[in-house]
């Protein structure tokens, strides 16, 4: 299983940005979308996950401001980043939990796209 992330760019504070993550392989379930970021001289840190029921979480710093969704047809999640404030600037990568038929649970990680938030 392969994790293509995009969408990341370049936005002033107050805008917005929509993250894609779009998982590909062959017979396997995404149990669990996760959406995690990384600034500079910092830890990873989770920002929201969604499972295959929709339930959501979210890290305290985006709750209210950052919506996760996903199209389980299209094996693919999205991260809507709203109120962008500079402090969001990282490299936010995707995560996703997945059950591989004859393989079992394993765990992915999609490449990092760079999201920069100017004042």
């Known amino acids: 299983v392969q994790l293509q992330a995009s969408g990341g760019g370049l936005v002033q504070a107050g805008g917005s940005l929509r993250l894609s993550c779009a998982a590909s392989g062959n017979n396997f379930v995404v149990l669990v979308f996760g959406w995690y970021r990384q600034a500079p001289g910092k830890q990873r840190e989770l920002v929201a996950t969604?499972?295959?029921?929709?339930?959501?979480a979210y890290s305290d710093s985006v709750k209210g401001r950052f919506t996760i969704s996903r199209d389980s047809a299209k094996n693919t999640a999205y991260l809507q980043m709203n109120s962008l404030k500079p402090e969001d600037t990282a490299v936010y990568y995707c995560n996703a939990d997945v059950w591989v038929v004859q393989r079992g649970r394993n765990n992915y990680w999609g490449q990092g796209t760079l999201v920069t938030v100017s004042s």
């Open positions: 969604i499972n295959t029921s929709g339930n959501t």
